[in-house]
């Protein structure tokens, strides 16, 4: 799966990654606690923009061996030290780590949580990612975004929740994550496009 249209040089670099896993992160970024509502055993699902693995091995510890978990990044480098990590380690058999075309997610099997984690404002075609998203999901699956509180601005943010609605994706939470903004998605129902927006406009405006 990939990350829609968007520009592999407006990406953080490969060799910039390691701040990524930062043990302090931890402290208020919790991969266990910010997927727990989502993830469950036997499920298969998606880490858009995986980079090392963050919240990747998570994922697969939490879907357990009869789950999956798909893993995709457009820079090579990424995905050999996620694959590097499990090497050796039970969680290689549940983990399909790729590297993504810019236009396309590419999934071949349908997914029940896709998680994309500071990576939209990314992508400038944001239209195109929802539609493969809402593609690609299961009919009671969930998309989780969380975007960084100063490069996302409100407006931006709630532009972005009007674009997923427009292909039929439904904002139906929105979760506090510290120093973040984050809405989950999920297909309209019946594959309805949602016509509430000015109800999900208000609902934006809160901070998170």
């Known amino acids: 799966m990939t990350h829609s249209k968007y520009d592999i040089h407006n990406i953080c670099p490969v060799e910039k990654a390691g701040h990524l896993e930062l043990r302090i992160r931890r402290w208020f970024q919790n991969p266990r606690a910010i997927l727990r509502p989502y993830v469950r055993p036997g499920m298969t699902v998606l880490d858009l923009g995986c980079g090392p693995g963050f919240f990747t091995l998570e994922m697969a510890q939490m879907v357990g061996p009869s789950g999956r978990v798909v893993a995709v990044d457009l820079q090579q480098g990424r995905v050999d030290r996620l694959a590097a990590k499990v090497d050796q380690s039970t969680l290689k058999a549940r983990l399909d780590a ?111």
Do not use: W
């Not at 029940?112 to 400038?124: Q, S």
């Not at 998203?133 to 931006?156: D, I, N, Q």
């Not at 929105?174 to 309805?192: D, Y």
């Open 98 to 208: 790729r590297v993504c075309q810019p236009r396309d997610i590419g999934l071949s099997t349908r997914v029940d949580f896709a998680l994309a984690f500071y990576l939209l404002h990314e992508v400038p075609d944001q239209r195109a990612l929802f539609s493969q998203l809402r593609t690609a999901l299961t009919p009671k699956g969930k998309v989780l975004v969380v975007e960084p509180p100063f490069h996302v601005s409100k407006k931006a943010f709630a532009r972005m929740i009007d674009i997923a609605a427009d292909v039929g994706l439904t904002s139906v939470a929105r979760p506090r994550i510290f120093l973040s903004k984050a809405v989950v998605l999920q297909p309209a129902c019946n594959g309805s496009k949602m016509t509430t927006n000015a109800a999900n406009r208000g609902s934006e405006i809160e901070s998170h």
